[in-house]
């Protein structure tokens, strides 16, 4: 522990007695010794200045003296005599006190001590003073003494920085009674603010503080005013402090500002936002967003937790929310499940940071429900796959275009050009999936498109595979928008099998116009032949008086020539249409005979026709004309396999197979007793993978537009309609070979197979049957429009003993009829008639007499005799016919009527 310094006393003179009263202050503790004048900074260590009056030394005016002075260090002078006439001008010049050999020696040295510390709390309060004079002047803060004197207060002390407030200096406001300064009004008015609180501290007696807003400035201070009299001082006097805090005041206004906004924000914020304490997680405060997505008021939600409320629908995610929060400070976009107070389950996003409010951790969270726009982003997610799905189920192909460029491409359009995945075509110019010939064409229209030009919708092109093959594709274009940006989007058909439906469809036109042609030359060949027949069979009749064997032969070739020219056009009207299947036993080597006059017609020179036809066939059941039909068409795909020219050789017989299965043979052919055709050629032949496909329709080895890829698949269905099969046998410069089973007809009790009439008549010279019938005289109306056929009707008839009245049109056979009803026995009809047709003439008729008998003759074919005309007809005949056909039906039709 470190002692004081003794007090030091610096003498100066050498007369005895200061040398004993030396002796005497170092003997009570004092360190006394000469003066160090020649040191500058004496005064630093010592407290006081005997003096010897009679020293030269003694004399205010010295350097040390001035120095002493101002050091406030105490000179105490010692004088033989106190009356000494220099006593007045020392005291006048600073001594501290003076005394003489009289004086006791004890309280010189009381007077030394008092003097030494009397100088020391001079000092002190020197420094005191000096230490507030310095901060008064350098504090930024308004510093003054104001005393009150007589009721009017007067600065006593101010520092510059209150002064300035003033605008003039410390010493221009010191001492002078307040309203004699010529302050301004407006200084006054901030003056009489604290003259008030100077009196209401002085009235208290204590310190009083409060924070003004000056009425001139409009700045903000905080002023504490203080009475002096607890000093000790008796004047009534206060001191100011007076601080600017108009900054803190602001930035205190901003924060409230600031608060307030913060939480008129906080509750309008649309998110549900919250603050809670960190680690309990307990809430401090919840928006308006907040208890309306969980169904809690503010009041239920402030102190308690989210666990307590159960918001938290796994807990397990709340832990990983913390962890996170601890490690990182904040939580971005965190997922996870919450439960709402209606036990509701939807999904959050939860975001949030760490803040410190009064000294509390707490977190700032705000969490978006997002259980909508999961199950919107769900629903987008299933209706993209959907659209996917659906684009790539598409047959068409699907190209979305950026300026020639493929974005998109679907699965059609990898199938169309021989990709395995349409992101192949992604990123490549459009050409790629045309051929080289159509590029300039197609990248017109797109850039005439893409300029808002006229180009055509829908177009067709030649596209090319990855393999240089080519193929027809239409293409639709039209154009859309999506951000703010053009894009094409283009549907591609394959437009190869339309195509060959459409040709397929002008062939099937093609054929009906045929057939109509055919129907109507038919049915004036038919009359034209129909008057071959009879009156060649007339003429032999006449010429039975005259027998010449030779004009027998010619009447009888013309008869056979006639009868062969009815059963071509017949079976040209059976090609031509499609009629319902007329099942009878057929020989299949008679029905080949028949078919080579149409099969020789349709082949080129440089085709061949060979046969190896079995004369012992048995009878199987079906169609001719669809079996008919079948050749044909064997041959004609014969003849397509063959454009250099080749044979055909056209073979029938009968097997038996042996059964394995189902009633057929191992290899899947119809076994059994089986009638079989052949048609084999010698053409180019073909392979496995085309040979399996020969009999599907519309499937073809010819380019578009040669053929419709029907013809072997119409046989197949002939074939199949007839419980047959049919198989091909072929390789590649080999030919070809069909054959053809029909299940043969069981035999019969006797052991034979079941015989079978031939379909075409054989001609007869019916002469015996041109008697003259036992009903002669009976009157018989025809209707026929063409001359020639009811001259030779008139004639048969006059042959038989009829009579006959003609009408060469509908209308008239009508009228000639209701003039004498009961006077006709029979009507013979045209099928077809002008003015009125035959159905109508006939209808006619019997509205006139309803059990007339009436006899229908038409040209037209099956096609009549199915219709309404034939059902309703007493007997119906197809032309031609002989004179003998004509009169056994008139007899029938007459006999009906009899019966009836």
Not at 130 to 158: C, D
Not at 451 to 476: C, H, I, K, M, W
Not at 518 to 525: I, N
Request: charged share 20%; with cysteine.
């Amino acid at each position: 522990m470190s002692h004081p310094r003794p007090s030091s006393i610096a003498t100066i003179g050498s007369a005895p007695v200061l040398e004993r009263l030396t002796k005497v202050l170092r003997g009570a503790g004092f360190l006394v010794g000469p003066l160090p004048a020649q040191s500058p900074t004496w005064w630093a260590t010592t407290d006081a200045v005997l003096l010897d009056a009679q020293s030269p030394s003694c004399n205010p005016t010295l350097d040390w003296w001035k120095v002493a002075r101002e050091r406030h260090i105490p000179v105490l002078v010692y004088a033989e005599s106190l009356v000494d006439r220099r006593l007045a001008g020392w005291l006048e010049a600073g001594v501290w006190d003076c005394f003489d050999e009289q004086t006791p020696v004890a309280l010189v040295v009381h007077r030394v001590q008092q003097a030494i510390q009397s100088s020391k709390r001079s000092s002190a309060v020197g420094l005191r003073l000096a230490f507030v004079a310095g901060l008064a002047a350098s504090s930024p803060a308004r510093l003054a003494v104001m005393e009150r004197l007589e009721g009017r207060f007067v600065f006593r002390v101010i520092n510059r920085t209150f002064a300035a407030d003033f605008g003039r200096l410390p010493e221009q406001l010191t001492d002078i009674p307040l309203d004699e300064l010529g302050l301004s009004e407006g200084q006054m008015a901030d003056l009489s603010v604290w003259q008030r609180w100077c009196s209401e501290a002085l009235r208290l007696g204590r310190g009083v503080s409060f924070v003004h807003q000056s009425l001139r400035s409009a700045r903000w201070f905080s002023a504490t005013f203080e009475p002096l009299r607890q000093y000790g001082v008796a004047a009534d006097a206060v001191s100011i402090y007076v601080e600017d805090i108009s900054d803190q005041q602001a930035a205190k206004l901003r924060s409230v500002e600031s608060e307030e906004r913060f939480y008129r924000v906080f509750q309008v914020i649309p998110v549900a936002t919250s603050i809670q304490t960190i680690p309990d997680g307990r809430y401090l405060d919840v928006n308006a967003a907040f208890t309306k997505l969980f169904g809690y008021t503010r009041t239920e939600c402030i102190g308690r937790t989210a666990l307590e409320l159960g918001l938290w629908a796994k807990t397990e995610q709340r832990e990983q929310y913390y962890q996170q929060l601890d490690a990182q400070g904040q939580v971005i976009d965190f997922e996870g499940s919450y439960r709402a107070r209606d036990g509701r389950v939807g999904q959050a996003v939860l975001s949030a940071v760490t803040l410190v409010i009064g000294d509390v951790p707490c977190q700032l969270a705000l969490i978006q429900d997002v259980t909508e726009a999961k199950q919107l982003t769900e629903r987008l997610r299933q209706r993209e796959e959907w659209f996917y799905a659906i684009l790539n189920a598409a047959l068409d192909g699907i190209v979305v275009e950026d300026d020639q460029r493929i974005v998109y491409a679907n699965q059609a359009v990898a199938r169309l050009y021989g990709v395995e995945s349409p992101e192949l075509l992604v990123g490549q110019d459009f050409s790629v999936m045309c051929a080289p010939h159509e590029e300039g064409r197609l990248r017109s229209y797109t850039q005439r498109r893409m300029r808002g030009e006229p180009a055509p919708p829908t177009y067709e092109f030649t596209a090319q595979r990855v393999d240089g093959t080519t193929f027809e594709l239409e293409n639709s274009v039209s154009e859309f928008f999506s951000g703010g940006k053009k894009y094409l989007i283009a549907v591609m058909r394959d437009v190869e099998e339309r195509k060959r439906l459409q040709a397929t469809l002008q062939q099937a036109q093609k054929m009906e116009a045929v057939g109509r042609l055919a129907g109507g030359v038919a049915h004036d060949f038919n009359n034209l032949l129909n008057s071959i027949l009879g009156f060649s069979k007339l003429a032999k009749r006449k010429l039975e008086s005259v027998p010449d064997p030779t004009l027998d032969e010619y009447f009888d070739a013309i008869e056979t020539a006639a009868e062969r020219a009815a059963h071509l056009v017949s079976k040209l009207l059976a090609f031509g249409r499609q009629k319902e299947a007329s099942r009878q036993p057929i020989d299949l080597t008679t029905v080949v005979q028949d078919s080579l006059y149409l099969v020789q017609g349709l082949l080129p020179p440089n085709i061949k026709v060979k046969t190896t036809l079995a004369t012992d066939l048995p009878a199987f059941e079906g169609d001719p004309d669809q079996v008919q039909q079948i050749i044909i068409n064997l041959c004609l795909n014969a003849r397509d396999a063959m454009p250099d020219g080749g044979t055909i050789t056209l073979g029938t017989r009968s097997e038996t197979f042996p059964i394995k299965q189902g009633g057929r043979t191992l290899s899947g052919q119809l076994g059994g007793r089986c009638v079989c055709l052949t048609v084999d050629d010698t053409g180019v032949g073909m392979d496995d993978l085309t040979r399996q496909h020969i009999f599907d329709p519309f499937f073809t080895t010819k380019d578009l537009g040669d053929g419709a890829g029907l013809g072997l698949s119409v046989v197949h269905g002939i074939v199949t309609a007839h419980g047959g099969t049919i198989v091909a046998e072929s390789a590649p410069g080999q030919g070809t070979r069909f054959e053809v089973r029909f299940p043969a007809l069981r035999v019969n009790a006797t052991g034979e197979y079941p015989s079978f009439e031939s379909p075409y008549p054989t001609p007869g010279n019916g002469l015996s049957v041109l008697k003259r019938s036992p009903s002669a005289s009976d009157l018989i109306l025809v209707v026929e429009d063409d001359t020639m056929i009811a001259q030779l009707f008139t004639e048969i008839l006059h042959e038989s003993g009829h009579d006959v009245v003609v009408a060469t049109d509908g209308q008239q056979g009508v009228k000639l009829f209701a003039e004498k009803p009961d006077a006709f026995k029979l009507v013979i009809l045209d099928a077809m008639l002008p003015q009125l047709d035959g159905l109508g003439c006939l209808q006619a008729i019997r509205q006139y007499k309803p059990d007339m008998p009436v006899l229908v003759a038409s040209g037209y074919g099956e096609e009549a005799a199915a219709g309404e005309l034939s059902a309703q007809a007493t007997v119906f005949l197809q032309k031609p016919f002989t004179p003998e056909v004509l009169v056994a039906a008139v007899g029938r039709a007459l006999g009906r009527s009899a019966m009836s």
